[in-house]
């Protein structure tokens, strides 16, 4: 049977382009979010005709980014250009270039015999290519920047030293017996050691003494009961004293150098880097002056413009507790000098003053991070004509406090979640004036995201970011395809994902996914935050309310939604066609001056309920409800046109309905691409009657499908139930329905793995990890005719076996013609 959701939501995009164009009011309001740090969190409240007008096709500034890798030395122009192209073309608003590791995995090892070895970072040809992405998206019309730091964490780099590097408390100690004069060689500290992420294991020689002190040996030391012997230790650690009778532990306290660096580094700086020093102003200062410096030298006309921003993801750098002046600044803040009691806790444990101390230690370390190297960052940041995003989380420092700071807070969320980010979060962005909170989207493990991910899967996590409060999405990840487009799926972000960009299979039709995420962004940035609780978010605006509700549950769900004030004709707004219609059918009751609206949603479906406090301007699409629906069977065959994402087209006519996995054939049952199934029907001219409407249902299909009726456009399917009404577009007599239904990379891969490969892998992680490849083979580098004649894709990370289970593809069906009569 069809979906009752047919009544008010079956899919016919005419209707809202007809709507659009009966729109003849003007919208005025435009927010440009990139000149200037304060037009991108102005408020927005928009008329909710012109919000109409943009409904179906938002602008750009309402579209979705995306995080845009560099793997090491592997970038190039031509590359370059086609991806900002195929970005534009998708409805991707713009992107952070990242430079990360050739291979981003657990050991990072680079992938060898490197086709750019002269493109190191930071080299001339570095910045030519990134001068030539801002050249490119200003001509696009497009927005990029920068993270601030090589990697993905969190602020350094080369031309950070030890000396610069976050600093840590070190210390040594040495037993003495008193009642005598004692002459003793207190030991340096032993210095950090640090390894990992492919890098050499590096110990620090930076070190520093900051005091020397002896503690009684007794349970609850008070800090005046510590003898400061500092002046009684010479240049080289010998040690004179009078020692008072009793046993003392005499503590040799410095500070080193964490050694944390930024990960994963592109291959020629690995263990070249360091984390800048996060507590001392002075530092970050110098930071940001080599992050900004050679921006302004080499991107200057596009600051501002196509260049706009700068990125601090998350924070991974570890602790640090030390840096010139913590003593005294820590002592200002809470009047005692915090050595003896590090000597004191060292000593004892359980001491009685731990707690204090430690609290009070990490207040210090918390404001120290916002005044060394936030806030500058921030200032840095504004001052050379770019804004701050950030994720201010995960550190030694307050999430509360550091929200306020950014241009641009940003949060994150995961594939293996429901996308819910924590309320506090939002709510203080909220009331810190951020209008716009922004969250990296769709980070996804490899045990899930092996190039099966596709729109439907990423809707429920998205859902859940929106009804949080997110409005403004960072796709990760984007990954950028320097290679011949001849090599797909190409490069990837080790074993991470999702994967979007031009090389996804459903890249061109995943562009209506990404225009339900724009529709999205667009209405929850109008007027002002109310409330975001279970399933609904609730915007007001001086004119109307808005609210969003979404249904992450696998059943059917019915939603009370009350309006604080009367008001007639709730209007239901589609994000997924892009249809706007009266909630007529909705139980809309209006009592005791408030306006309530039950609705059904069924699993996996949103909607935006839009409650206008006055007359509207703009047209409304029809409401159907079916009094009657007879189904209809199509034959099961059909004309299907192969179109592989690589390899040779083929065509095969009477083709029967089946999930390609289960094929005999091998170019079918490993097929990955577009399949274009088409077929010649009748119809009746009382079947187009006033009264009746006519729905194509495709019942089970893998994993998206363009729909086209007699050469037309009907809509781009990427959701359950898919379905559409395509009365408009039918005449009487014979017509032709075409649905190009397009699957994942996973069988197509899994095809190749049938074959011994032409190339060696590294280390086996197992099936949910996976494996990189080795080295770049020298057929590709040297751009020579690939040895094997059986495989068809290349790319740098594999997650399958040849005994690896397929994924469903194709249209399964049953395909049915659903007959409507309307009331």
């Excluded at 200037?36 to 012109?50: F, I």
């Excluded at 520093?208 to 009961?225: I, L, M, R, S, W």
Aim: hydrophobic share 35%; net charge negative.
């Amino acid at each position: 049977m069809l979906s009752t959701s047919i009544k008010t939501h079956t899919i016919g995009l005419h209707l809202a382009v007809i709507v659009t164009l009966m729109l003849t009011v003007a919208c005025s309001t435009k927010v440009d979010d990139v000149e200037g740090t304060d037009k991108l969190q102005k408020d927005e409240a928009m008329s909710t005709t012109c919000l109409a007008k943009m409904f179906n096709q938002p602008s750009i500034q309402y579209r979705p980014y995306v995080w845009w890798h560099w793997m090491g030395s592997n970038f190039s122009k031509e590359g370059i250009r086609q991806d900002l192209e195929a970005m534009k073309e998708s409805g991707i608003a713009g992107a952070t270039i990242f430079n990360l590791a050739s291979a981003v995995q657990e050991s990072h090892k680079p992938v060898g015999n490197n086709p750019w070895p002269e493109q190191t970072y930071r080299s001339e040809a570095y910045w030519e290519a990134v001068r030539y992405a801002a050249e490119q998206a200003q001509r696009l019309g497009l927005k990029i920047g920068l993270h601030n730091t090589p990697g993905y964490s969190t602020t350094g780099g080369p031309w950070i030293t030890e000396e610069k590097c976050m600093q840590k408390v070190v210390m040594s100690k040495t037993d003495i017996n008193g009642g005598q004069r004692v002459q003793v060689m207190l030991p340096r500290p032993a210095l950090p050691v640090i390894s990992g992420y492919s890098g050499p294991k590096r110990e620090a020689t930076f070190y520093e003494d900051v005091a020397v002190v002896a503690v009684p040996d007794k349970k609850d030391v008070k800090a005046e009961e510590v003898r400061d012997l500092t002046a009684q230790m010479n240049s080289s650690g010998q040690l004179e004293w009078d020692a008072p009778a009793g046993k003392w532990h005499v503590y040799r306290i410095g500070h080193s150098p964490t050694m944390s660096f930024p990960h994963p580094l592109p291959d020629d700086i690995i263990g070249k880097s360091l984390e800048a020093d996060k507590l001392n102003a002075e530092v970050s200062a110098y930071h940001w002056e080599q992050v900004l410096g050679p921006l302004k030298e080499y991107v200057s006309p596009y600051i501002g413009k196509s260049f706009t921003h700068i990125l601090v993801d998350s924070y991974e750098a570890g602790n640090q507790d030390w840096t010139n002046g913590f003593r005294e600044k820590f002592a200002k803040m809470h009047g005692y000098d915090p050595v003896p009691l590090i000597a004191i806790i060292n000593a004892d444990p359980e001491n009685y003053q731990r707690k204090k101390f430690e609290e009070d230690r990490a207040a210090t370390i918390n404001h120290l991070f916002i005044e060394g190297s936030w806030l500058p960052a921030k200032e840095k940041i504004n001052a050379a004509g770019l804004q701050m995003f950030w994720e201010p989380y995960s550190g030694p420092f307050k999430t509360e406090e550091c929200i306020p700071i950014p241009d641009l807070p940003m949060s994150e969320f995961w594939t293996n979640s429901n996308g819910r980010i924590g309320s506090g979060f939002i709510d203080t962005a909220h009331k810190a004036g951020k209008n716009i909170i922004g969250a990296e989207a769709f980070t996804g493990r490899p045990e899930i995201s092996k190039y099966t991910e596709d729109p439907a899967f990423l809707k429920k996590s998205a859902d859940g970011a929106f009804v949080s409060g997110i409005n403004l999405l960072f796709l990760h990840h984007w990954v950028h395809q320097p290679f011949d487009s001849r090599y797909q799926p190409g490069m990837g972000m080790g074993w991470w994902g999702t994967h979007f960009g031009r090389n996804q299979t459903w890249f061109r039709p995943g562009k209506a996914f990404m225009t339900y995420l724009s529709r999205c962004q667009m209405m929850l940035r109008q007027g002002t935050l109310q409330d975001h609780e279970g399933n609904k978010i609730h915007r007001h605006l001086p004119e109307a309310d808005i609210y969003f509700i979404v249904n992450q549950s696998e059943e059917s769900i019915t939603e009370k939604v009350e309006c604080p004030q009367s008001t007639t004709d709730p209007e239901l707004w589609d994000p997924y066609s892009g249809l706007i219609t009266y909630a007529k059918e909705n139980a809309c009751v209006i009592t005791n001056g408030k306006t309530e609206v039950i609705l059904k949603l069924r699993s996996g479906q949103s909607m935006f309920i839009v409650f206008n406090h006055g007359k509207t301007a703009y047209k409304k699409s029809p409401s159907y409800i079916p009094s009657r629906q007879i189904p209809r069977p199509l034959e099961e065959m059909w004309d299907v046109a192969f179109q592989p994402k690589v390899g040779e087209p083929f065509q095969i006519d009477n083709f029967q309905l089946i999930d390609f996995s289960h094929s005999s054939e091998e170019r079918i049952k490993y097929f990955s691409g577009t399949a274009t199934y088409s077929k010649k029907i009748g119809i009746d001219k009382d079947m187009l009657v006033t009264g009746k409407r006519i729905v194509l249902s495709l019942g089970e299909l893998n994993d998206i499908a363009e729909l086209t009726v007699n050469g037309k456009s009907v809509a781009t399917l990427w959701y359950p139930p898919y379905e559409a009404d395509i009365t408009s577009f039918l005449h009487k007599g014979v017509n032709t329905i075409a649905v190009a239904v397009t699957n994942n990379w996973a069988n197509q891969l899994i095809g190749d793995e049938q074959y011994e490969p032409d190339f060696e892998w590294g280390e086996d992680r197992g099936e949910s990890m996976g494996r990189a490849i080795k080295a770049f083979p020298d057929w590709f580098v040297k751009n020579e005719p690939r040895p094997s004649k059986n495989q068809k894709t290349f790319v740098i990370w594999s997650y399958f076996r040849k005994d690896s289970p397929l994924q469903p593809a194709g249209l399964v069906g049953p395909v049915n013609l659903i007959l409507q009569e309307i009331e």
